[in-house]
């Protein structure tokens, strides 16, 4: 079952041992105050200094004294532990003011001179409740429990010593190097060295942790891409940098430092998060640096919170009422009883009223057991076996079954069953969730005009005005080269020939595919170069920097050398933050490109605005350095790359735009219908 699911709605590593990474703090010190010399020594060699406190420092196949103590790779998501439960249960229960004022009842039944009934009349309802709700509780945590335990109790290959060593997920710690099949959850937040693809790629598939089905590419440095064997791992030696334990699962900053080799940058890309899958890829091999809680799945958990449904807030605000009710009652009636005691005390001396307690708070909280029974005791219980039952009838109910996973319906705690129908917004984003997240190149836009794909590559119109020298031949090239080249894409040829491609964007494969369809097919990747099939001309771009897409930057941009020597930068993104950065000289057409831009809009469709730059090479291998040293930055690294990466996209000459239609999955407007019947709010993004 996964690491962790995400609900709708809802501590002493091991000795080192050889053969594996270690952890290890900054400086440890002696008892004379000192720090070890070897640690300074190890500390001098990575570069690391007391400026940099906050940084997790990973010495690469060097044994070392634990001199600090990181969290095991256990983690637990349950409610309740053996020693935590009583009191955790009897506080929940008694935010319920029903359950406090039965327990008040049942303890004034045990003074005599207050109550005129049974002392247990009230008592053993109360316990029989708790009971049950107890019962409840337990049965819920129990599945956590199992749950957690198979979790901890999965296996994984870790190196120790000369050989791959079978242990538990609770027993991986930081700094192992570990070795994780097809198919299988990473057990730690791990740095990717290398895998069995070329280049050390590989695929992961996040659903568990951000709910996308895509597939996603990682790839390893060049540097440890090579290391396929025991005898390659066990040579390896330096540190890993990284920045502390957080919970951003897209951030990821980190400095690799091999012993007489330069630093090298660890970003998102060489990061295998926990909670994700390896998809398609044989193996991977990786250094553990975040574990159990520490990890980035785990930081986005919270703990098991004691919530309170809609239905038990009405409860407790409708007992308080009655409360008040109950209290004028016997306010009245005790003040009642006084006054009649006083008048027929004397008179009606055979009633015995000289034996009655005279004593007004008595009487008072006597009214208060007689009248009890205004606040209903089997409200709670009744409440609870409801929900209890609700909660099978989830888990059983076929209509809420997902045959093609083989999924069904799970309730994790019935507590909130009646909040599913008190939902008012309804908040979701559109692509993956509204759409199919299969998308299609449908046209493009040069100048003033707009191009369509066609069954053969020798009909589309586009092609043949590149190939009749028409006015836009230039800017088709260069668009056709820019959807070749401008992307993190990875071919796969097949055996009958056929090429596929695996994007972390749906987006990016149509766009490769789209240029494809006019004769322009991307064929192979090296970490530093491309190779396409320009109409039947083969051409290598050596790929010189790959400044990627980010959210905020809304744009991606590659600079490389053509087949001609020139240094060109080809960037893609919004069209807002495209036409900004635009050269006074690389506008032409610009108004014309807006007004497709609109009408692609209008038809659904999601367009990208593209754009090249030439650059000088003395300019370029300027900026490369200032690039570099923002680049193995482990403060501030996005903003520093941001800021170079401002300093050279710009003077953009524009080129055209692009679209993509991505449908409507089947039901949905079918569903979006039923939602605004049932007078449901809706947000989308």
Not at 395 to 414: K, V
Not at 622 to 637: F, G, T
Request: glycine share 6%; charged share 25%.
């Amino acid at each position: 079952m996964p690491d962790q699911t995400i609900e709708l709605g809802q501590l002493s590593p091991s000795s080192p041992s050889n053969g594996s990474t270690r952890l290890t703090d900054h400086h440890a010190p002696d008892e004379d105050g000192t720090a070890s010399s070897a640690i300074d020594r190890e500390t001098e060699e990575s570069g690391y200094t007391q400026a940099n406190a906050e940084q997790r420092v990973i010495f690469i196949n060097r044994a070392q004294p634990p001199v600090h103590k990181f969290v095991n790779n256990r983690v637990s998501t349950a409610k309740y532990s053996i020693l935590r439960f009583i009191p955790l249960f009897l506080f929940e229960q008694f935010r319920r003011w029903a359950n406090v004022f039965f327990l008040m009842i049942a303890l004034l039944q045990q003074i005599p001179d207050v109550s005129p009934t049974g002392r247990y009349t009230t008592l053993v309802p109360l316990i029989f409740i708790l009971s049950v709700s107890a019962i409840k509780e337990i049965i819920e945590d129990i599945k956590r429990h199992r749950a957690d335990d198979e979790t901890n109790h999965r296996r994984v290959e870790v190196l120790r010593g000369d050989s791959w060593i079978n242990v538990r997920w609770k027993d991986v710690i930081v700094g192992d190097i570990v070795k994780v099949p097809n198919n299988t959850f990473f057990p730690a937040d791990l740095v990717l060295l290398s895998s069995s693809e070329p280049q050390g790629m590989s695929f992961i598939e996040t659903a568990n942790l951000d709910g996308e089905t895509n597939l996603k590419i990682r790839q390893g440095l060049q540097s440890t891409s090579k290391l396929t064997t025991i005898h390659d791992l066990k040579q390896l030696t330096g540190t890993i940098e990284c920045e502390p334990p957080n919970k951003h699962l897209y951030e990821f900053n980190g400095v690799l430092k091999e012993t007489n080799k330069t630093p090298e940058s660890l970003g998102p890309d060489q990061l295998l998060l926990r909670g994700a899958v390896l998809r398609n890829t044989s193996w991977i091999f990786g250094i553990v640096i975040y574990t159990g809680h520490e990890t980035k799945l785990m930081r986005n958990s919270t703990t098991a919170p004691l919530k309170r449904s809609t239905v038990d807030k009405l409860t407790n605000i409708q007992i308080l009422l009655l409360f008040g009710v109950l209290f004028v009652m016997c306010l009245m009636c005790s003040v009642f009883n006084v006054l009649w005691n006083n008048v027929h005390a004397a008179t009606d001396w055979y009633i015995g009223l000289e034996d009655s307690s005279q004593n007004f708070l008595y009487n008072l909280l006597t009214f208060v057991i007689l009248f009890n029974n205004l606040i209903p005791i089997s409200l709670q219980v009744t409440l609870e076996v409801v929900r209890f039952i609700q909660a099978i009838f989830i888990n059983m109910d076929s209509e809420m079954y997902h045959a093609e996973t083989d999924t069904p319906a799970m309730a994790r705690t019935s507590n909130l069953n009646e909040e599913l129908g008190q939902v008012k917004y309804i908040f979701s984003d559109k692509t993956g969730t509204l759409t199919r997240n299969v998308m299609e190149f449908k046209r493009c836009a040069i100048g003033h005009d707009v191009y369509a794909t066609a069954e053969n590559v020798e009909d589309a119109l586009l092609v043949q005005h590149f190939k009749q020298g028409h006015k836009n031949a230039e800017l088709i090239k260069e668009l056709l080269v820019l959807l070749s080249v401008c992307h993190t894409v990875i071919p796969e040829r097949l055996e009958d020939g056929s090429i596929i491609y695996h994007a972390a964007s749906p987006d990016e494969r149509a766009l490769v595919y789209g240029a494809s369809k006019f004769g322009y097919v991307f064929e192979s990747r090296t970490p530093d170069t491309v190779e396409i099939n320009a109409l039947g001309v083969k051409e290598r771009y050596e790929i010189l920097t790959v400044l990627e897409f980010t959210s905020a930057r809304k744009r991606m941009s590659v600079i490389v050398k053509d087949p001609n020597g020139k240094i060109k930068l080809y960037c893609k993104g919004a069209d807002n933050v495209i036409y900004e950065r635009l050269d006074s000289g690389g506008r032409e057409h610009s108004e014309v490109l807006l007004q497709h831009l609109e009408h692609f809009a209008t038809e659904g469709l999601r367009t990208l605005c593209c754009a090249v730059a030439d650059l000088k090479k003395s300019d370029y291998e300027e900026w490369r350095q200032l690039y570099n040293k923002a680049s193995i930055s482990l403060q501030h690294r996005e903003e520093k790359i941001e800021e170079a990466a401002n300093l050279i996209e710009r003077n953009l000459k524009l080129i055209g735009a692009t679209a993509i239609e991505d449908k409507l999955q089947e039901g949905v407007p079918d569903a979006i219908a039923s939602f605004t019947s049932g007078g449901h709010k809706r947000f989308g993004s």
